[in-house]
């Protein structure tokens, strides 16, 4: 993030630390843009909630980080935030690809609402239906351990059911899509800019107050 500290609003603020001591200028603006990588990855489970559809409320601030501003050199500093691939670099690449647009590589079964949690778009996948729980049968190639879940494929699309008994009926309760790719192709969708100009907006208060700061701190 840049910022320009030569605007009327904040010139005799910057001459004054100019004045006090030679690194007071440095720090207040180094604080400055600090406090905007912040507030802009405080922004971005916001504007993505206006993108997406947001199970997990931590998600978002989990895979994001700041790469704070250093040293003395006004002229060279900058505070970077972005997608943090040490959480996950699949879940990181494909957060990048939203953003930008792309593909994703993911999986060939989508959860269906209906193996939801309520039934719910907005809800998790329930426990018992994860991919990780079930055994699924190939009506059409017959493999597969026999269980309660049922895959029904015409051409590169089909279904994998929940097979639920109930007294002498059987009914069949879809839980995923399934398709013949493992590609989504998106359009951009950009949540971390956004978040970045709601930040920029309060750079010019944040200058201010980390001014203060450096003032009242060398004035003591």
Request: hydrophobic share 35%; proline share 4%; charged share 30%.
């Amino acid at each position: 993030m840049g910022f320009d500290i030569n605007t009327s609003a904040h010139i005799k603020l910057t001459v004054a630390l100019g004045k006090l001591h030679r690194s007071a200028l440095p720090v207040a603006v180094r604080g400055t843009l600090n406090d905007a990588a912040f507030e802009t990855k405080q922004n971005i489970p916001k504007t993505a909630s206006r993108k997406f559809i947001t199970r997990n409320k931590s998600f978002f601030r989990a895979f994001s980080s700041v790469e704070k501003a250093r040293g003395f050199d006004i002229n060279s500093m900058s505070s970077v935030v972005g997608i943090n691939p040490a959480k996950g670099e699949k879940v990181a690449d494909g957060l990048e690809k939203q953003e930008t647009g792309g593909g994703i590589k993911g999986r060939k079964l989508i959860p269906h609402d209906k193996g939801r949690i309520s039934g719910s778009h907005s809800k998790k996948l329930r426990t018992k239906n994860r991919f990780n729980k079930i055994n699924i049968v190939d009506v059409r190639k017959k493999k597969g351990k026999r269980g309660n879940y049922l895959l029904i494929k015409k051409g590169g699309k089909g279904t994998v059911f929940e097979i639920k008994s109930t007294g002498k009926r059987q009914k069949l309760v879809p839980v995923y899509s399934y398709r013949s790719t493992k590609i989504s192709k998106v359009k951009p969708s950009a949540f971390m800019k956004p978040a970045s100009i709601m930040a920029t907006r309060k750079m010019p208060q944040f200058y201010v107050s980390q001014a203060e700061r450096q003032i009242k701190r060398l004035l003591k």
